[in-house]
């Protein structure tokens, strides 16, 4: 009996070991599967958000790209282009290389004549025109400069209204260092002064109670800063406080047996215009 009992304590021992090593393990299986699956969604988030991402950058640089091309061109640009059209015709022409304008307004010119004898119209307007548009030409412009070539310099030389300095007038300081003259003729004021070759008036109207000398100190403080074309001996600029729209302003000056003549609405526009000539 004894033996029985121990073969059979035996056997039972022997079956209760081989079923423990026999268990499945299920729950490291199912934590595998779940550990990859949530790797794969996480890699598979990381992608979306970098070609989201990708895709965003592109239409943003596209977006640009396209503001760029499309932005509407500067004074500058428009300026250079139409002086680039008159110089394919007028080699020789002398063009501005700047023009005041206000806001919203755009500049528009046009040209008549060849080498020898031309006049460039400038005008500012509130749409840009074809270049070479007749509702630029003549009267319609704000600016006119004109070239005309003489058969010699001292032909030339007589169409300028060179004001010789005088002595025994009123003298009034116009800044930089300047004095000028003043005297009334005819319901006017001038005031004249010289600036190296140059002889400039400015004429105020009494009748309408105008300020010429506001107007000289404003000139004199711009030439201060800019540079008027060299004249060959001499060259006049004849300024008006007002011109009822009319371009009585004047700066006219000689380089060679060539008379160069400017014309403008506005004095200070004109001026700036001048100076600004290549």
């Known amino acids: ?62 977006s640009s ?14 300026l250079t282009s139409l002086t680039q059209q008159i110089k394919a015709v007028i080699p020789s022409a002398l063009v501005p290389t700047s023009y005041p304008l206000a806001t919203g307004q755009f500049l528009n010119a046009s040209y008549t004549g060849d080498a020898t004898h031309y006049t460039m119209y400038f005008a500012a307007r509130n749409t840009a025109l074809p270049f070479n548009t007749p ?21 030339a030389e007589a169409q300028i209204n060179y004001q010789a300095p005088e002595t025994g007038l009123p003298t009034v300081a116009l800044g930089d260092n300047l004095t000028g003259t003043q005297q009334g003729a005819a319901g006017s004021t001038y005031t004249t002064w ?26 004199v403080a711009l030439l201060s800063q800019e540079f008027l074309p060299v004249p060959a001996t001499h060259g ?10 009319l371009r009585l302003n004047s700066v006219t000056w000689r380089q060679g047996n060539t008379l160069y003549n400017a014309t403008g609405i506005d004095a200070m526009t004109l001026l700036r215009v001048v100076t600004s000539l290549k």
């Open 135 to 155: 509702e630029v030409h003549a009267n319609a412009a704000d600016i006119s400069i004109s070239a005309q070539t003489y058969q010699n310099a001292a032909d």
């Open 236 to 245: 006049a600029i004849n300024l008006r406080v007002a011109t009822d729209g």
């Open 194 to 219: 010289q600036e190296g070759r140059w002889s400039l008036t400015v004429q105020a109207i009494n009748q309408n109670q105008e300020n010429g000398l506001t107007l000289s100190r404003q000139a």
């Open 65 to 78: 790209t396209s503001s760029s091309s499309t932005k509407p061109a500067t004074t500058q640009d428009r």
């Open 1 to 62: 009996m004894k033996k029985f009992w121990g073969v059979t304590l035996t056997l039972l021992t022997a079956l209760t070991l081989v079923s423990c090593g026999n268990k499945p393990a299920t729950n490291d299986s199912s934590s595998s599967k779940s550990t990859s699956s949530l790797k794969q969604k996480s890699s598979s988030k990381a992608k979306s958000s970098t070609s989201s991402s990708t895709k965003s950058s592109s239409s943003s640089s596209a």
